[in-house]
């Protein structure tokens, strides 16, 4: 009886260490491919940013709530959505006062290959959008549009590569137009470390061709993916520097994400 017991109870830890691995499996693959900007993976991130010293006393909260949609174009080809829709409050940014409400949207749809290259490289291009949703002291007051495009390679736990877009102005919305020409360049490289777990660093510069001015903060984030009863779920935290920016920019921050996984 000793034995069949003995049997029953290492066959069960065995299912029990199987299952794990999976889980663990399951959550280095969704982590990977959160960590490629055009990847067939719905997600809902909430992004919450807070950037501080403006000024002498300045302030800013920031949420992005960013939803990437993945369509299937055909076999060969997918369409990515990807919506950043800034939610903000900010104190003495502009001496003096505050303001709260909605920023402007920003609107990028890629086209992107299913599979890699022969050299492994992931791709995608298309357009990018600044619509003037925000609130008056929180919006741009034009459109803009222009080309983005994003590159990578994934090599084990390693994934490198850089997002690129730009925007120029193509109408005023609101007659307090501002006249908009930024390139963003956001170059990036994240290390898996297993069990759904993720070390990144990236930077997402700016460039105001305008008031030819870069604003360029360093990322350094932590995140890991698990699950909340059925619902898979990564979370993410991390600290920013900013190596350049306007005068009464800026000087440091923090980031802190919870993304909501939908895979197939």
Request: net charge neutral; hydrophobic share 40%.
């Amino acid at each position: 009886m000793k034995t069949k017991t003995a049997g029953v109870t290492l066959m069960l830890l065995a299912c029990g260490a199987a299952h794990a691995a999976e889980g663990g499996d399951d959550a280095d693959a969704l982590a990977k491919a959160l960590a490629n900007p055009v990847a067939a993976l719905i997600s809902v991130p909430f992004q919450y940013n807070y950037d501080r010293t403006f000024g002498d006393k300045g302030y800013r909260h920031t949420l992005n709530v960013q939803p990437v949609v993945p369509i299937s174009l055909n076999e060969d080809w997918n369409i990515i959505s990807r919506t950043i829709v800034p939610i903000i409050y900010q104190n003495e940014v502009v001496p003096g006062t505050d303001q709260a409400g909605l920023g402007d949207v920003v609107q990028s749809i890629f086209i992107s290959p299913k599979e890699p290259t022969s050299s492994g490289l992931i791709w995608g291009i298309g357009p990018v959008f600044l619509l003037p949703t925000g609130t008056d002291d929180l919006s741009a007051d034009t459109w803009a549009a222009g080309p983005t495009a994003v590159a990578l390679l994934q090599h084990g736990s390693w994934t490198y590569g850089a997002l690129v877009n730009h925007l120029a102005d193509v109408g005023g919305a609101r007659g307090r137009r501002t006249d908009v020409s930024t390139t963003m360049l956001q170059p990036f490289v994240t290390r898996g470390l297993s069990g759904g777990r993720t070390i990144a660093v990236n930077l997402e510069s700016t460039y105001d061709w305008k008031a030819r001015q870069w604003l360029i903060p360093l990322n350094l984030q932590y995140s890991k993916v698990t699950r909340i009863g059925r619902q898979r779920v990564s979370f993410q935290g991390g600290v920013r520097a900013y190596l350049d920016g306007p005068r009464g920019g800026p000087d440091w921050g923090l980031r802190f994400n919870v993304t909501l996984l939908y895979p197939k």
